[in-house]
Protein backbone atom coordinates (compact mmCIF):
# COMPACT_ATOMS: atom_id res chain seq x y z
CA UNK A 1 0.00 0.00 0.00
CA UNK A 2 1.52 3.62 -1.12
CA UNK A 3 1.83 6.74 0.93
CA UNK A 4 -1.22 8.57 -0.71
CA UNK A 5 -4.03 6.03 -0.43
CA UNK A 6 -3.51 5.81 3.30
CA UNK A 7 -6.26 6.99 5.68
CA UNK A 8 -4.18 9.61 7.62
CA UNK A 9 -4.60 12.47 10.15
CA UNK A 10 -5.42 15.44 8.47
CA UNK A 11 -4.59 18.37 10.98
CA UNK A 12 -1.39 18.98 12.77
CA UNK A 13 -3.88 19.73 16.18
CA UNK A 14 -5.94 16.53 15.03
CA UNK A 15 -2.66 14.38 15.63
CA UNK A 16 -1.89 15.84 18.75
CA UNK A 17 -5.64 15.32 19.80
CA UNK A 18 -5.96 11.84 18.74
CA UNK A 19 -2.44 10.81 20.26
CA UNK A 20 -4.01 12.18 23.48
CA UNK A 21 -7.13 10.37 23.20
CA UNK A 22 -5.49 7.20 22.90
CA UNK A 23 -2.87 7.84 25.98
CA UNK A 24 -6.05 9.83 28.63
CA UNK A 25 -8.31 7.03 29.13
CA UNK A 26 -9.59 4.30 31.93
CA UNK A 27 -5.53 4.23 32.49
CA UNK A 28 -5.70 7.63 34.51
CA UNK A 29 -9.02 7.66 36.19
CA UNK A 30 -9.20 3.92 37.05
CA UNK A 31 -6.03 1.93 36.60
CA UNK A 32 -3.77 4.97 38.20
CA UNK A 33 -5.15 5.52 41.25
CA UNK A 34 -6.15 1.53 41.84
CA UNK A 35 -2.46 1.05 41.12
CA UNK A 36 -1.56 3.64 43.58
CA UNK A 37 -3.48 3.03 45.82
CA UNK A 38 -2.22 -0.87 45.90
CA UNK A 39 1.45 -0.35 46.32
CA UNK A 40 1.65 1.87 48.68
CA UNK A 41 1.26 5.47 47.46
CA UNK A 42 3.98 8.36 47.04
CA UNK A 43 6.99 5.69 46.31
CA UNK A 44 5.32 4.10 43.45
CA UNK A 45 4.12 7.52 41.84
CA UNK A 46 7.56 8.50 42.27
CA UNK A 47 9.19 5.28 40.38
CA UNK A 48 6.19 5.70 37.90
CA UNK A 49 7.22 9.63 37.39
CA UNK A 50 11.16 8.57 36.84
CA UNK A 51 9.98 5.73 34.30
CA UNK A 52 7.88 7.66 32.51
CA UNK A 53 10.76 10.60 32.24
CA UNK A 54 13.65 8.16 31.70
CA UNK A 55 11.63 5.32 29.71
CA UNK A 56 8.54 6.05 28.30
CA UNK A 57 9.29 9.51 26.78
CA UNK A 58 12.29 8.45 24.46
CA UNK A 59 10.49 4.89 23.82
CA UNK A 60 7.10 6.74 22.65
CA UNK A 61 9.43 9.44 20.64
CA UNK A 62 11.02 6.37 18.67
CA UNK A 63 8.36 4.05 18.03
CA UNK A 64 5.95 6.81 17.13
CA UNK A 65 9.44 7.82 14.55
CA UNK A 66 9.13 4.09 13.30
CA UNK A 67 5.90 4.10 12.43
CA UNK A 68 5.83 7.13 10.31
CA UNK A 69 9.18 6.58 8.35
CA UNK A 70 7.38 3.24 7.22
CA UNK A 71 4.05 4.48 7.01
CA UNK A 72 2.81 0.88 8.13
CA UNK A 73 0.97 -1.28 10.36
CA UNK A 74 3.24 -2.84 13.43
CA UNK A 75 4.37 -5.65 11.58
CA UNK A 76 4.73 -4.19 7.87
CA UNK A 77 7.13 -1.20 9.61
CA UNK A 78 9.81 -3.76 10.49
CA UNK A 79 9.44 -5.36 6.99
CA UNK A 80 10.38 -2.08 5.92
CA UNK A 81 12.60 -0.36 8.13
CA UNK A 82 14.84 -3.61 9.42
CA UNK A 83 17.83 -4.74 7.03
CA UNK A 84 17.32 -7.30 4.50
CA UNK A 85 16.94 -10.57 6.54
CA UNK A 86 16.41 -9.23 9.88
CA UNK A 87 12.23 -10.63 9.81
CA UNK A 88 12.83 -11.24 13.87
CA UNK A 89 11.92 -7.77 14.08
CA UNK A 90 8.31 -7.98 13.45
CA UNK A 91 7.97 -10.08 16.54
CA UNK A 92 7.60 -6.59 18.28
CA UNK A 93 4.43 -6.37 16.15
CA UNK A 94 2.87 -9.99 16.42
CA UNK A 95 3.71 -9.35 20.11
CA UNK A 96 1.59 -5.65 19.96
CA UNK A 97 -1.18 -7.91 17.87
CA UNK A 98 -2.04 -9.79 20.92
CA UNK A 99 -1.37 -7.31 23.95
CA UNK A 100 -3.88 -5.54 22.22
CA UNK A 101 -6.27 -8.87 22.15
CA UNK A 102 -5.46 -8.88 25.80
CA UNK A 103 -5.66 -5.40 27.09
CA UNK A 104 -9.00 -4.86 25.26
CA UNK A 105 -10.10 -8.02 26.70
CA UNK A 106 -10.19 -6.49 30.32
CA UNK A 107 -9.98 -2.58 29.41
CA UNK A 108 -13.78 -3.31 27.70
CA UNK A 109 -14.87 -4.55 30.79
CA UNK A 110 -13.68 -1.98 32.80
CA UNK A 111 -15.28 0.69 29.94
CA UNK A 112 -18.39 -2.00 30.53
CA UNK A 113 -18.64 -0.87 34.17
CA UNK A 114 -18.43 2.70 33.66
CA UNK A 115 -21.16 2.66 31.11
CA UNK A 116 -23.36 0.89 33.54
CA UNK A 117 -21.90 3.80 36.63
CA UNK A 118 -23.41 6.45 33.79
CA UNK A 119 -27.42 4.50 34.64
CA UNK A 120 -27.00 3.98 37.81
CA UNK A 121 -25.53 7.84 38.43
CA UNK A 122 -28.75 9.44 37.10
CA UNK A 123 -31.12 6.87 38.70
CA UNK A 124 -29.35 7.88 42.16
CA UNK A 125 -28.27 4.83 42.64
CA UNK A 126 -25.00 4.83 43.88
CA UNK A 127 -25.22 8.32 45.85
CA UNK A 128 -23.44 7.51 49.03
CA UNK A 129 -20.62 8.21 50.81
CA UNK A 130 -20.79 4.96 52.99
CA UNK A 131 -18.24 2.42 52.03
CA UNK A 132 -20.17 -0.58 52.81
CA UNK A 133 -22.81 0.23 50.88
CA UNK A 134 -20.58 1.61 47.82
CA UNK A 135 -19.04 -2.03 47.73
CA UNK A 136 -22.30 -3.64 47.74
CA UNK A 137 -23.23 -1.83 44.39
CA UNK A 138 -19.84 -2.65 42.89
CA UNK A 139 -19.68 -6.11 43.55
CA UNK A 140 -23.71 -7.35 42.83
CA UNK A 141 -22.61 -4.90 39.36
CA UNK A 142 -19.15 -7.33 38.60
CA UNK A 143 -20.24 -10.56 40.34
CA UNK A 144 -23.17 -10.96 37.87
CA UNK A 145 -22.33 -12.97 34.58
CA UNK A 146 -25.23 -11.68 32.53
CA UNK A 147 -25.18 -8.32 33.24
CA UNK A 148 -21.14 -8.39 32.79
CA UNK A 149 -20.85 -10.08 29.80
CA UNK A 150 -23.86 -7.66 27.89
CA UNK A 151 -21.72 -4.46 29.37
CA UNK A 152 -18.35 -5.94 28.00
CA UNK A 153 -20.79 -6.06 24.32
CA UNK A 154 -21.83 -3.20 24.18
CA UNK A 155 -18.49 -1.29 24.40
CA UNK A 156 -16.99 -3.77 21.56
CA UNK A 157 -20.03 -3.25 19.66
CA UNK A 158 -19.62 0.44 20.04
CA UNK A 159 -16.26 1.45 19.60
CA UNK A 160 -16.22 -1.53 16.99
CA UNK A 161 -18.96 1.00 14.80
CA UNK A 162 -16.82 3.51 15.70
CA UNK A 163 -13.76 2.11 13.95
CA UNK A 164 -15.01 0.82 10.89
CA UNK A 165 -15.70 4.13 9.64
CA UNK A 166 -12.02 4.95 9.13
CA UNK A 167 -9.08 7.01 11.13
CA UNK A 168 -9.91 10.89 10.11
CA UNK A 169 -13.62 10.21 10.67
CA UNK A 170 -13.82 8.44 13.70
CA UNK A 171 -11.02 9.43 15.70
CA UNK A 172 -10.41 13.20 15.29
CA UNK A 173 -13.71 13.87 15.67
CA UNK A 174 -14.36 11.80 19.21
CA UNK A 175 -11.19 12.77 20.46
CA UNK A 176 -11.52 16.35 19.91
CA UNK A 177 -14.97 17.52 21.34
CA UNK A 178 -14.64 16.21 25.17
CA UNK A 179 -11.20 16.44 26.74
CA UNK A 180 -11.69 19.61 28.10
CA UNK A 181 -14.58 18.84 30.06
CA UNK A 182 -12.93 15.82 31.63
CA UNK A 183 -10.35 18.39 33.16
CA UNK A 184 -12.46 21.00 34.57
CA UNK A 185 -14.69 17.86 35.82
CA UNK A 186 -11.60 16.36 37.67
CA UNK A 187 -10.49 19.79 39.06
CA UNK A 188 -13.88 20.56 40.14
CA UNK A 189 -13.63 17.05 42.25
CA UNK A 190 -9.92 17.90 43.39
CA UNK A 191 -11.28 20.88 45.24
CA UNK A 192 -14.21 19.03 46.68
CA UNK A 193 -12.17 16.32 47.70
CA UNK A 194 -9.32 18.44 49.51
CA UNK A 195 -12.08 20.32 50.96
CA UNK A 196 -13.74 17.12 52.57
CA UNK A 197 -12.99 17.57 56.31
CA UNK A 198 -10.08 15.05 57.53
CA UNK A 199 -9.46 13.94 53.53
CA UNK A 200 -6.69 16.86 52.37
CA UNK A 201 -4.19 15.86 54.76
CA UNK A 202 -3.54 12.36 55.08
CA UNK A 203 -4.60 11.88 51.47
CA UNK A 204 -2.05 14.24 49.91
CA UNK A 205 0.57 12.78 52.27
CA UNK A 206 -0.09 9.09 50.62
CA UNK A 207 0.21 10.75 47.30
CA UNK A 208 3.20 13.10 47.58
CA UNK A 209 5.64 11.27 50.57
CA UNK A 210 7.31 8.45 49.66
CA UNK A 211 8.28 5.80 51.79
CA UNK A 212 11.35 4.64 50.12
CA UNK A 213 10.65 0.97 52.40
CA UNK A 214 8.11 0.21 49.81
CA UNK A 215 9.35 0.41 46.85
CA UNK A 216 10.37 -3.01 46.08
CA UNK A 217 11.49 -5.23 42.73
CA UNK A 218 7.20 -6.00 42.18
CA UNK A 219 6.23 -2.09 43.05
CA UNK A 220 8.76 -0.98 40.28
CA UNK A 221 7.82 -3.08 37.77
CA UNK A 222 4.00 -2.45 38.21
CA UNK A 223 4.88 1.34 37.69
CA UNK A 224 7.18 0.74 34.59
CA UNK A 225 4.04 -1.70 33.34
CA UNK A 226 2.04 1.69 34.42
CA UNK A 227 4.18 4.13 32.39
CA UNK A 228 4.16 1.85 28.91
CA UNK A 229 0.16 1.57 29.48
CA UNK A 230 -0.60 5.16 30.27
CA UNK A 231 0.99 6.19 27.18
CA UNK A 232 0.00 3.23 24.62
CA UNK A 233 3.84 2.47 23.86
CA UNK A 234 5.43 -0.83 23.52
CA UNK A 235 3.06 -2.55 21.61
CA UNK A 236 2.89 -1.06 18.54
CA UNK A 237 0.00 1.20 19.12
CA UNK A 238 2.13 4.68 18.88
CA UNK A 239 3.95 2.94 15.76
CA UNK A 240 0.47 2.94 14.05
CA UNK A 241 -0.26 6.15 15.18
CA UNK A 242 2.73 7.25 14.34
CA UNK A 243 2.15 6.11 10.52
CA UNK A 244 -0.90 8.29 10.17
CA UNK A 245 1.04 11.34 11.07
CA UNK A 246 1.72 14.04 8.99
CA UNK A 247 5.50 14.50 7.28
CA UNK A 248 5.38 18.18 9.08
CA UNK A 249 4.51 16.51 12.90
CA UNK A 250 7.12 17.60 15.44
CA UNK A 251 7.13 14.13 16.80
CA UNK A 252 9.41 15.01 20.06
CA UNK A 253 6.90 17.77 20.87
CA UNK A 254 3.98 16.22 20.45
CA UNK A 255 5.14 13.01 22.73
CA UNK A 256 6.52 15.53 25.02
CA UNK A 257 3.25 17.33 25.18
CA UNK A 258 0.98 14.03 25.47
CA UNK A 259 2.53 12.71 27.92
CA UNK A 260 2.97 15.86 30.37
CA UNK A 261 -0.80 16.06 29.75
CA UNK A 262 -1.59 12.65 30.64
CA UNK A 263 0.75 12.33 33.56
CA UNK A 264 -1.73 16.05 34.80
CA UNK A 265 -5.14 14.05 34.34
CA UNK A 266 -3.50 11.19 36.46
CA UNK A 267 -2.49 13.36 39.12
CA UNK A 268 -5.70 15.34 38.93
CA UNK A 269 -7.51 11.93 39.64
CA UNK A 270 -5.20 11.13 42.30
CA UNK A 271 -6.03 14.20 44.09
CA UNK A 272 -9.62 13.95 43.37
CA UNK A 273 -9.43 10.20 44.79
CA UNK A 274 -7.16 9.83 47.96
CA UNK A 275 -8.33 12.81 50.18
CA UNK A 276 -11.83 11.01 49.71
CA UNK A 277 -10.68 7.54 50.41
CA UNK A 278 -9.33 8.84 53.90
CA UNK A 279 -11.90 11.17 54.89
CA UNK A 280 -14.62 8.73 53.77
CA UNK A 281 -12.91 6.07 55.69
CA UNK A 282 -12.31 4.06 52.12
CA UNK A 283 -9.68 1.07 51.89
CA UNK A 284 -6.95 2.62 49.72
CA UNK A 285 -5.91 -0.47 48.41
CA UNK A 286 -9.79 -1.41 47.29
CA UNK A 287 -8.10 -2.44 44.04
CA UNK A 288 -9.74 -2.05 41.00
CA UNK A 289 -13.20 -1.11 42.06
CA UNK A 290 -11.37 1.88 44.30
CA UNK A 291 -12.70 4.69 41.54
CA UNK A 292 -16.26 3.32 41.38
CA UNK A 293 -16.84 4.07 45.14
CA UNK A 294 -15.01 6.74 45.73
CA UNK A 295 -15.92 9.07 42.78
CA UNK A 296 -20.07 8.69 43.72
CA UNK A 297 -18.84 9.46 47.29
CA UNK A 298 -17.05 13.08 46.59
CA UNK A 299 -20.22 13.84 44.24
CA UNK A 300 -22.75 12.84 46.93
CA UNK A 301 -21.29 15.20 49.18
CA UNK A 302 -21.19 18.66 47.17
CA UNK A 303 -24.48 20.21 45.48
CA UNK A 304 -26.09 19.37 41.83
CA UNK A 305 -24.17 16.11 42.98
CA UNK A 306 -25.73 13.58 40.89
CA UNK A 307 -26.23 15.51 37.72
CA UNK A 308 -22.34 16.18 37.94
CA UNK A 309 -21.46 12.74 38.59
CA UNK A 310 -23.53 11.65 35.51
CA UNK A 311 -21.43 13.85 33.63
CA UNK A 312 -18.66 12.62 34.72
CA UNK A 313 -18.82 8.89 34.23
CA UNK A 314 -20.02 9.54 30.89
CA UNK A 315 -17.25 11.58 29.83
CA UNK A 316 -15.18 8.71 31.42
CA UNK A 317 -16.73 7.06 28.96
CA UNK A 318 -15.63 9.42 26.25
CA UNK A 319 -12.23 9.32 27.36
CA UNK A 320 -12.30 5.56 27.11
CA UNK A 321 -13.47 5.03 23.71
CA UNK A 322 -10.29 7.00 22.32
CA UNK A 323 -8.38 5.04 23.92
CA UNK A 324 -10.24 1.85 22.52
CA UNK A 325 -9.99 3.11 19.03
CA UNK A 326 -6.26 3.03 19.07
CA UNK A 327 -6.04 -0.51 20.80
CA UNK A 328 -8.61 -1.51 18.15
CA UNK A 329 -6.12 -0.17 15.46
CA UNK A 330 -3.16 -2.34 15.70
CA UNK A 331 -4.97 -5.18 14.97
CA UNK A 332 -7.28 -3.90 12.22
CA UNK A 333 -4.36 -2.12 10.76
CA UNK A 334 -2.35 -5.23 10.43
CA UNK A 335 -5.40 -7.21 9.25
CA UNK A 336 -6.64 -5.38 6.72
CA UNK A 337 -3.08 -4.51 5.62
CA UNK A 338 -1.32 -7.46 5.43
CA UNK A 339 -4.00 -9.77 4.68
CA UNK A 340 -6.26 -7.61 2.69
CA UNK A 341 -9.69 -8.32 4.15
CA UNK A 342 -10.70 -5.09 4.28
CA UNK A 343 -11.15 -2.71 6.91
CA UNK A 344 -14.59 -3.60 7.47
CA UNK A 345 -14.39 -7.11 8.29
CA UNK A 346 -10.77 -6.37 9.67
CA UNK A 347 -12.74 -4.71 12.49
CA UNK A 348 -15.38 -7.19 13.01
CA UNK A 349 -12.86 -9.98 12.69
CA UNK A 350 -11.38 -8.12 15.78
CA UNK A 351 -14.47 -7.19 17.84
CA UNK A 352 -15.28 -11.30 17.67
CA UNK A 353 -11.71 -11.99 19.05
CA UNK A 354 -12.00 -9.83 21.58
CA UNK A 355 -15.29 -10.83 22.81
CA UNK A 356 -14.24 -14.64 22.83
CA UNK A 357 -10.59 -13.84 24.65
CA UNK A 358 -12.20 -11.29 26.60
CA UNK A 359 -15.28 -13.05 28.14
CA UNK A 360 -13.38 -15.12 30.80
CA UNK A 361 -12.02 -11.53 31.51
CA UNK A 362 -15.71 -10.42 31.80
CA UNK A 363 -16.49 -13.62 34.29
CA UNK A 364 -13.56 -12.77 36.46
CA UNK A 365 -15.83 -11.83 39.54
CA UNK A 366 -18.26 -14.59 38.63
CA UNK A 367 -18.07 -17.69 36.62
CA UNK A 368 -14.03 -17.35 36.50
CA UNK A 369 -13.24 -16.50 39.63
CA UNK A 370 -12.21 -19.83 40.80
CA UNK A 371 -10.46 -20.22 37.67
CA UNK A 372 -6.65 -19.39 38.72
CA UNK A 373 -3.11 -19.46 36.15
CA UNK A 374 0.03 -18.29 37.98
CA UNK A 375 -2.30 -17.63 40.96
CA UNK A 376 -4.56 -14.75 38.67
CA UNK A 377 -8.02 -15.01 37.53
CA UNK A 378 -7.91 -14.28 34.23
CA UNK A 379 -8.85 -10.17 34.25
CA UNK A 380 -5.36 -10.00 36.15
CA UNK A 381 -3.59 -12.26 34.14
CA UNK A 382 -4.43 -10.62 30.86
CA UNK A 383 -3.55 -7.21 32.92
CA UNK A 384 -0.23 -8.68 34.17
CA UNK A 385 0.84 -10.25 31.20
CA UNK A 386 -0.03 -7.27 28.68
CA UNK A 387 1.13 -4.67 31.00
CA UNK A 388 4.42 -5.72 33.23
CA UNK A 389 5.58 -8.70 30.48
CA UNK A 390 4.45 -7.88 26.79
CA UNK A 391 4.77 -4.03 27.21
CA UNK A 392 7.80 -3.53 28.54
CA UNK A 393 9.22 -6.49 26.49
CA UNK A 394 8.53 -4.90 23.23
CA UNK A 395 9.37 -1.55 24.38
CA UNK A 396 13.17 -3.43 24.69
CA UNK A 397 12.93 -4.17 21.65
CA UNK A 398 11.47 -1.12 19.81
CA UNK A 399 14.77 0.90 22.37
CA UNK A 400 17.38 -2.19 20.87
CA UNK A 401 16.10 -1.79 17.21
CA UNK A 402 16.14 2.13 17.26
CA UNK A 403 19.04 2.55 19.14
CA UNK A 404 21.09 -0.24 17.27
CA UNK A 405 20.23 -1.38 14.19
CA UNK A 406 18.64 2.56 13.03
CA UNK A 407 20.83 4.66 13.88
CA UNK A 408 21.83 8.25 15.16
CA UNK A 409 22.19 9.07 11.28
CA UNK A 410 18.59 7.85 10.44
CA UNK A 411 17.13 9.56 13.87
CA UNK A 412 18.53 12.61 13.31
CA UNK A 413 16.83 12.68 9.77
CA UNK A 414 13.68 11.26 10.77
CA UNK A 415 12.95 13.09 14.10
CA UNK A 416 14.47 16.63 12.42
CA UNK A 417 11.80 16.32 9.30
CA UNK A 418 14.91 16.12 7.20
CA UNK A 419 16.28 18.94 8.16
CA UNK A 420 13.51 21.65 8.91
CA UNK A 421 13.82 20.81 12.78
CA UNK A 422 16.63 21.29 15.09
CA UNK A 423 18.35 17.71 15.39
CA UNK A 424 20.93 18.42 17.89
CA UNK A 425 21.22 17.57 21.35
CA UNK A 426 17.56 16.20 22.17
CA UNK A 427 17.94 13.78 19.51
CA UNK A 428 21.46 12.38 20.53
CA UNK A 429 19.92 12.23 24.47
CA UNK A 430 16.76 10.26 23.19
CA UNK A 431 19.55 7.86 21.27
CA UNK A 432 21.58 7.61 24.11
CA UNK A 433 18.68 6.86 25.96
CA UNK A 434 17.05 4.27 24.05
CA UNK A 435 20.69 3.03 22.98
CA UNK A 436 22.04 2.25 26.54
CA UNK A 437 19.69 3.51 29.00
CA UNK A 438 16.74 2.35 28.07
CA UNK A 439 16.59 -1.27 27.09
CA UNK A 440 19.09 -1.96 30.55
CA UNK A 441 16.73 -0.48 32.89
CA UNK A 442 13.74 -1.85 31.47
CA UNK A 443 15.41 -5.42 31.23
CA UNK A 444 16.96 -5.25 34.95
CA UNK A 445 13.59 -4.45 36.12
CA UNK A 446 11.87 -7.11 34.28
CA UNK A 447 14.25 -9.76 35.22
CA UNK A 448 13.93 -8.44 39.03
CA UNK A 449 9.88 -8.05 39.18
CA UNK A 450 9.22 -11.50 38.06
CA UNK A 451 11.60 -13.11 40.21
CA UNK A 452 13.98 -14.36 37.55
CA UNK A 453 16.85 -13.24 39.64
N1 LIG B 1 -3.26 4.56 27.41
C1 LIG B 1 -4.59 4.04 27.65
C2 LIG B 1 -5.04 4.44 29.03
O1 LIG B 1 -4.21 4.80 29.85
O2 LIG B 1 -6.23 4.34 29.31
C3 LIG B 1 -4.66 2.55 27.49
C4 LIG B 1 -3.97 2.02 26.26
C5 LIG B 1 -4.34 2.47 25.01
C6 LIG B 1 -2.96 1.11 26.39
C7 LIG B 1 -3.70 2.00 23.88
C8 LIG B 1 -2.29 0.63 25.29
C9 LIG B 1 -2.68 1.09 24.05
F1 LIG B 1 -2.07 0.61 23.00
Known amino acids: MNKTSRDGFTSTFGVLLATLGSAVGLGNIWKFPSLTGMNGGAGFLLVYLLATLLIGLPVMIVETMLGRAARANAITTFERVAPRGQWWW??????????????????S?????????????????????????????????????VTSLVWQWVVLGLTGSIIMLGVAKGI??????????????????????????????????????????????????????????????????????GSYFRDDQNIPATATRVMLADLSVSLLA????????????????????????????????????????????VLTAVASVGAILSLLEVPVAILSERFGCGRKRASLYTILAIALVGAPAALSQSLTAETKIFGMNPFDLYDFLSSNVMLPLGGILICLFAGWVYGLPQLQKQLGNDGKLPNGVLVRAVFFLVRYVSPLLIGIVLLHGLKVF
Do not use: H
Not at 92 to 105: P, Q
Not at 110 to 118: E, I, P, T
Not at 278 to 292: D, T
Open 270 to 313: GIAIFPAVFAFGFEPAAGPSLVFMTIPAVFTSMPGGTVFMTIFF
Open 109 to 145: EVAGWVYAYVFKAAAGAISTTDPKAAGATFGALVSNP
Open 172 to 241: EAVARKLMPLLFILLLVLCVRSLTLPGGAVPGLTFLFSPDLAKITPAVILTALGLAFFKLSIGMGCMLTY
Open 90 to 107: QIIGWMGFLAALFIMSFY
